[in-house]
Structures are given as C-alpha cells and as structure tokens.
C-alpha cells in the first residue's frame, strides 16, 4: 500500500514538473483606437535587447500595429517579479523616441518609424487602458 502511495505521488509530482510555464504576457489586442494589429509573434527571450535580457524576462511578445500607411511596434516582456519590470522600467534607454509603461510584473515598450512622439504617447495611453 505504501508503496503504491509512492509511486502515485511520484508520478502526480512528475507530471507536474512538466506542465508549461504560465502565461505572463496577455495576447496583445486586435484594435487600439483606430490602429489595428497587423501582426505578432512571441520571441525568444535570451534574445531580447541588452537592457531587458539582463533582467532575465520570462516572456518576450512582439506585435505591429498598422493605420494607413503609418505604423507602431510594441514588445512586452513579462518578469517572474514585480520588481524587475519596474526595474527595466527605470533603466530603458528611451533615446530612441521609445515610449513605455509598467504594469505589476510586464514591461511595455512602443516605437514607430513614422510616428512623433506626442502621436505614441497618445498610442500607449489607449494600450495601456485595455491591456495587460
């Protein structure tokens, strides 16, 4: 009997070690105001930029959003700890036009080729009412 006991715990602890990580990061939304998601994939996150892939995110998604002609590029990355997206959060070089928020433990960067930046604060704002 005992034995059996062990051999049930063994495999319901087995079984659990292999169960997928959990999502950190939602699926971006379809639409944003009047821009709409053209595409989006999920990126290796050992691969994500220098200041991110310090902090060692779990979770790396990427999505392009389209209206007209004009374009926005949104990556989130989703941490096991609150802090260490607050912590990307403080860090990010925004150099670049960059614009970014932080919401418990995922951190949202937008950047656009053809967009100022007054336009991608305005682009975040709507994001950042309906997601994560």
Same mark, same amino acid.
């Given at each position: ?6 051999? #049930? #715990?063994?495999?319901?602890? &087995?079984?659990? %070690? ?9 699926? =971006? =939304?379809? &639409? ?9 994939? !999920?990126? @290796? ?6 200041? &991110? #892939?310090?902090?060692? =995110? ?8 389209? *209206? ?6 949104? $990556?989130?990355?989703?941490? %096991? $700890?609150? #802090? %260490? &997206? ?6 990010? *070089?925004?150099?670049?036009? @960059?614009? !970014? ?9 937008? *950047?656009?080729? !053809?967009? =100022? !930046?007054?336009?991608? /604060?305005?682009? /975040?704002?709507?994001?950042?009412? %309906?997601?994560?």
């Amino acid at each position: 009997m005992r034995r059996r006991l062990f051999l #049930a #715990a063994a495999a319901v602890s &087995a079984a659990c %070690s292999r169960l997928p990580k959990r999502v950190l990061v939602p699926v =971006p =939304p379809e &639409a944003v105001g009047e821009w709409r998601r053209s595409a989006m994939e !999920t990126h @290796d996150p050992a691969g994500a930029p220098p200041d &991110a #892939a310090r902090l060692k =995110p779990e979770q790396w998604v990427r999505a392009a959003y389209v *209206n007209g002609q004009r374009s926005i590029g949104v $990556s989130a990355f989703g941490f %096991s $700890s609150d #802090a %260490s &997206a607050f912590e990307l959060q403080q860090r990010w *070089n925004r150099g670049g036009g @960059d614009v !970014t928020y932080q919401r418990k433990s995922i951190f949202v960067v937008c *950047n656009s080729p !053809t967009e =100022p !930046t007054a336009a991608l /604060i305005e682009f /975040i704002r709507m994001l950042e009412k %309906s997601w994560p």
